[in-house]
């Protein structure tokens, strides 16, 4: 459906709920623009601030509502070991999560630290299990978990997610390394995982964003060992592989959304730069993949899915003020581990 409207409380009513409109250039879904309209005579729209009496565009269906990926962007994946995805996440969307993570003081309380070898420290928090927080609406939402089944070829379910805080000027680096490379030794028989970051704040070369080495996923799993306070990959192949791939970094605009093969050589540098990284990252294990035994992250476990607007129409007031279970500093074996 297509049409224009001028915004009154009484010319809503000819737009489908599931329809998305555009706020001056950015989407947000009908569902939550209803919300904040009080009443004609209103003067402000309060959680977008945006002019009540401005001029909407009913533009149908959000374009990641239906499928996400195309035959291309799968080939490239496993053809590359990674995948962008640029602004898979709305404006309006990441704010939401920028403002919740900045002000979630569980959230950053329970975060452990990890130094590198020049001693800079990188924070994370870790989480096996998805609530109806608003981290559980990005986790659980059927845009994302979509395109992840896509990827690896069947239903999947929430492995773990984690938010890596990586300060301004203090923000440490990590090692070569392969996610597979620690979850095969939690019982992960093959390498049917992928990890989903959406990126907090922009990710660019001066704060340390992510680097891979293209198609280093078809190396294999290569042998890990402790170094420092990290566990990196085993530094004869990763040097070989250097010389055979090509460095990709991967510099992320707030919304947009990387997907990495688990068994893809990556790394980042520290942060030198005024601005703090912050990333989201969620991890998936297809549900045939069951792990072989019990260990720090999740064994299969049903993922309920939630609407692709689930991030547009929660609210704290109305879904909870509770963080999703943060791991026990002491008890999370896998924090050794380098999560980028």
């Known amino acids: ?46 959680q977008l601030r945006l002019p009540l009496r401005i001029v909407l ?53 329970s975060a452990v630290r990890r130094d590198d070898n020049e001693g800079r420290t990188t924070k994370l928090t870790v989480w096996n299990h998805p609530t109806d927080d608003l981290y559980g609406m990005f986790s659980r939402n059927e845009r994302l978990v979509n395109a992840v089944e896509q990827l690896l070829g069947g239903e999947v379910y929430h492995y773990h997610s984690k938010i890596m805080l990586k300060e301004p000027k203090v923000g440490g680096a990590w090692e070569w390394h392969q996610d ?3 979850w095969y030794k939690n019982g992960c028989l093959y ?22 080495l293209k198609g280093s996923h078809h190396v294999g799993r290569i042998n890990h060992s402790t170094t420092g306070g990290q566990v990196g990959a085993d530094m004869q192949r990763v040097e070989a592989a250097i010389t055979r791939h090509e460095l990709v970094h991967c510099e992320l605009n707030q919304g947009d959304v990387f997907f990495l ?26 549900a045939r993949n069951d792990p072989l035994w019990e ?40 924090n050794r581990t380098a999560d980028d």
């Open 1 to 46: 459906m297509t049409g224009r409207v001028v915004c009154g409380a009484t010319q809503w009513k000819p737009y489908c709920e599931n329809s998305f409109l555009k706020f001056q250039g950015t989407l947000v879904s009908f569902k939550f623009a209803i919300k904040y309209i009080h009443t004609a005579d209103c003067n402000s729209v309060t």
């Open 180 to 182: 597979y490379g620690y």
């Open 191 to 212: 390498p049917l995982m992928t990890s989903a970051m959406i990126a907090i704040d922009r990710a660019t070369k001066e704060n340390g964003c992510l680097e891979v």
């Open 57 to 109: 565009q009913c533009i149908g269906p959000h374009p990641y509502t239906s499928k996400m990926l195309s035959a291309e962007d799968i080939r490239s994946y496993h053809e590359d070991g990674y995948l962008f995805k640029r602004g898979f996440f709305t404006p309006v969307e990441s704010k939401l999560l920028l403002d919740k993570s900045r002000s979630d003081k569980l959230m950053q309380e």
């Open 295 to 334: 260990h720090h992250h999740a064994s299969y476990t049903p993922l309920k899915k939630v609407a692709s607007d689930a991030v547009l129409n929660w609210r704290e007031d109305v879904n909870g003020s509770d963080s999703a279970t943060i791991f026990n500093k002491d008890e999370d074996k896998g």
């Open 261 to 286: 093969h688990c068994n893809t050589l990556h790394r980042s540098a520290a942060n030198l730069s005024d601005y703090p990284r912050w990333s989201y990252i969620i991890a998936y294990n297809a």
